[in-house]
């Protein structure tokens, strides 16, 4: 490359980098919160009886299975029926496991994806 190119990159990159920081300082003052709607928000309501790329658990006492299907959780009994919404929301919620602790009832954990503030 000739001098003249350098000279016109670095020229960019150095005109770029303060643009950058500024922006970021800014952001630093707005915390970003998973359940407050960004832009246009359109609900819809999804009816299934199977799924894909889920993850399960089986409770303890093996009467129930607890799942995760578009970012929410699920409880149903492991016979079959009618699954229960456990928790939803805008965060994407994943990965339920039941907890094997010494209790009378199972505690039930999960493992979000999204951190919220708080």
């Not at 149903?76 to 094997?100: D, N, T």
């Given at each position: 490359?000739?001098?003249?190119?350098?000279?016109?990159?670095?020229?960019?990159?150095?005109?770029?980098?303060?643009?950058?920081?500024?922006?970021?300082?800014?952001?630093?003052?707005?915390?970003?919160?998973?359940?407050?709607?960004?832009?246009?928000?359109?609900?819809?309501t999804?009816?299934?009886?199977?799924?894909?790329?889920?993850?399960?658990?089986?409770?303890?006492?093996?009467?129930?299975?607890?799942?995760?299907?578009?970012?929410?959780?699920?409880?149903?009994?492991?016979?079959?029926?009618?699954?229960?919404?456990?928790?939803?929301?805008?965060?994407?919620?994943?990965?339920?496991?039941?907890?094997?602790?010494?209790?009378s009832?199972?505690?039930?954990?999960?493992q979000?994806?999204?951190?919220?503030?708080?």
């Amino acid at each position: 490359m000739k001098k003249h190119t350098y000279l016109s990159m670095f020229l960019a990159a150095a005109l770029a980098l303060p643009l950058g920081t500024a922006t970021a300082q800014d952001k630093k003052d707005n915390k970003w919160n998973v359940e407050e709607a960004r832009g246009p928000q359109k609900e819809i309501t999804v009816t299934t009886d199977e799924g894909t790329w889920m993850s399960l658990d089986v409770s303890p006492d093996g009467k129930e299975i607890v799942f995760d299907m578009l970012g929410d959780i699920y409880i149903m009994p492991i016979s079959g029926g009618k699954a229960k919404l456990l928790r939803s929301g805008r965060a994407y919620e994943v990965q339920p496991r039941f907890s094997l602790m010494a209790s009378s009832s199972p505690l039930l954990l999960m493992q979000v994806a999204a951190t919220t503030s708080g």
